[in-house]
């Protein structure tokens, strides 16, 4: 085995926690390399000293599709658990749930970029934990999607929303375990806060190269190719046009029914010579749920050939402002509410500034957008550098 993640580490933690009531905040992800999941290990290892299970967007189990589509609390019938929905009518956990629990576990897999809300919802409950005086440990995992590359804008303070709430890159290449870090340093009071650090994982890795089993973080990221393309596709969130959801390459292609794939692909390929690493392969998709239900739509799966040359941030850019002005009337942005946010345009709160939507209408240049992209971002790296712990 290549990489032990935290939850692989647990039995080596010499910190005697059976004395304690335990908490773990988890998902479908949650295993160890042999696929079996953390609640059970923890049962194992911690026994009746387990009192409570937390769950995070998509729910426990990964069943849930789609945003602002809450998860419910319950008794789970096999593990005999409570089980607390941190997707429900709250995102931080109440005094009631986190009643006599002395230590909670996060054992969460992440996809690398800030348009996501796992990250938020380990904040959010260290935030909690603080005024409680409950401990926290991180059970840390690999980033996807590697720890060297950093792309996109830095998130702007009036755009805070729970699928951006710190001052973080869009590709940020950070694990769970240094964004607990940075947030508990920069941006917020800090709780108690132990990091199970994994051994054997590089910066420089992907997931395919842990040698690790990819388990379904969210019910729309199938492959471990779709978190390096997801940061290309997850802003069309924001607009009319479909990201593949209802497909079975979600997030690794995009449609429009207005769309001709091959003049399309033709016509842009020009704009993104300058960026190296992947093929756009035309093609026709039929989503069977969401944007553009049992309707054909014309697009392109995006291929990754080179992982570290690719920009997946800069290409879903360009080629959104691209269909913007190809499509006329046909592209729309979508209106609110998104996440809890009923103030202002989706696409907003999903880049984290209004600057890249007005870039986008302008007809914006690269030089323009590079500008976008640059701001905050000393401040954010040097932030960032104090906290790595690989």
């Not at 995070?56 to 008794?75: A, K, R, T």
């Not at 950093?150 to 755009?159: D, P, V």
Request: glycine share 8%; net charge negative; proline share 5%.
């Amino acid at each position: 085995m290549t990489v032990q993640t935290g939850l692989d580490r647990l039995k080596t933690i010499s910190v005697d926690y059976k004395s304690k009531n335990i908490a773990l905040l988890c998902h479908a992800a949650s295993v160890n390399f042999e696929l079996e999941h953390s609640i059970n290990i923890f049962k194992s290892v911690f026994g009746d000293s387990l009192k409570k299970v937390f769950g995070p967007q998509h729910g426990l189990i990964g069943n849930v599709q789609d945003n602002m589509i809450e998860s419910d609390h319950y008794d789970h019938p096999y593990f005999k658990l409570p089980i607390y929905s941190l997707y429900s009518e709250t995102r931080t956990p109440s005094d009631e749930m986190l009643g006599g629990i002395d230590v909670i576990f996060v054992d969460l897999q992440d996809v690398g970029c800030r348009i996501y809300t796992y990250i938020y919802t380990m904040t959010l409950l260290m935030k909690k934990c603080s005024e409680l005086g409950i401990e926290v440990v991180i059970l840390d995992r690999p980033n996807p999607i590697g720890g060297l590359q950093i792309e996109g804008n830095i998130l702007e303070e009036k755009f805070k929303s729970f699928v951006g709430l710190h001052p973080i890159a869009i590709r940020h290449g950070l694990t769970m375990g240094e964004v607990a870090l940075m947030a508990n340093k920069n941006w917020q009071k800090p709780c108690e806060l132990t990091i199970v650090e994994m051994t054997g994982w590089k910066r420089g890795m992907y997931f395919r190269d842990t040698g690790l089993p990819w388990v379904l973080p969210s019910p729309n990221l199938a492959t471990p190719e779709a978190a390096i393309t997801f940061v290309s596709t997850v802003m069309y969130e924001g607009t009319n046009v479909s990201e593949g959801r209802g497909t079975t390459i979600s997030l690794e292609n995009i449609g429009h029914p207005s769309i001709e794939p091959y003049s399309f692909c033709e016509k842009i390929a020009p704009k993104l010579s300058h960026i190296d690493g992947f093929k756009l392969r035309p093609c026709i998709f039929q989503p069977t749920f969401q944007k553009h239900a049992k309707v054909d739509c014309g697009g392109f799966q995006i291929h990754v050939t080179n992982r570290e040359a690719f920009k997946p941030w800069q290409l879903g850019q360009i080629v959104m402002r691209e269909l913007y002005h190809h499509l006329g009337n046909d592209f729309q942005w979508t209106k609110p509410p998104y996440e809890y946010q009923y103030d202002d345009d989706p696409i907003n709160f999903i880049n984290g500034t209004d600057k890249i939507k007005k870039w986008i209408e302008n007809n914006g240049s690269l030089d323009q957008l590079n500008e976008i992209e640059s701001e905050g971002k000393e401040s954010f790296l040097n932030k960032r550098k104090e906290i790595l712990l690989y």
